[in-house]
C-alpha cells in the first residue's frame, strides 16, 4: 500500500520527493552554515498551515523566541498572527543543550519545569496536542547529540528524538550541522538514524559558488538522488529539480 504523503509545498521539493514525505516519518535535514536550514524547516511548517490545513510546532534548540521571529520576518509569513490563531506554536528549548552531564540525561529547568531530554518529547507532544499540529520541527540537535560522551549514548539519544517524535504521530524535520562538505564528505550517525535524510551544501563550480540540495535517503517511496540547485528567495527556498549543478 503507497503511503499516505505530506507535501512540503517548498517549490520543487515535492517532485524530488515523488510527492511528498510519507506521513508521520522523521527526516533529517543536513546542512553546513548559511544553506538555510532553519528557513527550509519554517517554510515546511507555514506551507503545512496556509495550503494544507496542518498546524505546526517549532522546537528551538538555539536560540529564543524574539530573534527567530526577527529572522524569519523577512519573509512575511505573519507567524505571530499564526501563533495568535493557535495554528503555530515555538518551544524554546534552548537551555537544554548546556546542562548534558557526563554519562546521564540531566535535569534542567525551563519556565517553571524541569527539563530533560526525554520529557522535551512530552513537551513537544502537549504543544502538538494543544494545537493539533500534524508538523513538527526541532533546529537543531547538533550541539545537543554531540556532549553526550560516546558513540553508543549519541545513538540512544539520537533514536530517542527519533522515536519519540514518531510516536507522537507528527511529520517531522530535524536539522543538523553539515561537518564535512563535498562529494567525497563523511556520513554522520543521525543520517543512518533517521527515516529520511536531505542534505544541502554550498558547493564550489569552477569559480561560481551554488547552493545544492540532494534527497540522500527517503524510505517507502522513490526519489531524485541528483544534486540539483536552489536559491533562498525574498519567499523562503525554491528548488530548480529540472536543472543540473553540473
Known sequence: MKPNRIKTGIPGLDKMLGGGIPEGRV??????????????????????????????????????????????????????????DKRWSFVNASPIKHTIAKNEISNISIGSKDFSLLNLISEIKDKVDEIKAKRVVVDPITSLVFQYPDVISRRMAILNIVEGLTEIGVTSMVTTELKTSGFERNIQLEEYLAHGVIVLQTLQVGKTSIRAIQVEKMRETSTDPQIRPYRITEKGIEIYPKESVF
Request: hydrophobic residues 40%; aromatic residues 12%; glycine residues 18%.
Open 27 to 84: 527526516v533529517l535535514l543536513v546542512g553546513g552554515p548559511g544553506t538555510g536550514k532553519t528557513i527550509f524547516c519554517s517554510q515546511f511548517l507555514v506551507n503545512g498551515i496556509e495550503m494544507y490545513g496542518d498546524n505546526g510546532v517549532f522546537v528551538s534548540l538555539d536560540e529564543g523566541k524574539s530573534p527567530y521571529l526577527r529572522e524569519m520576518g523577512v519573509f512575511g509569513w505573519g507567524l505571530e498572527k499564526l501563533e495568535r
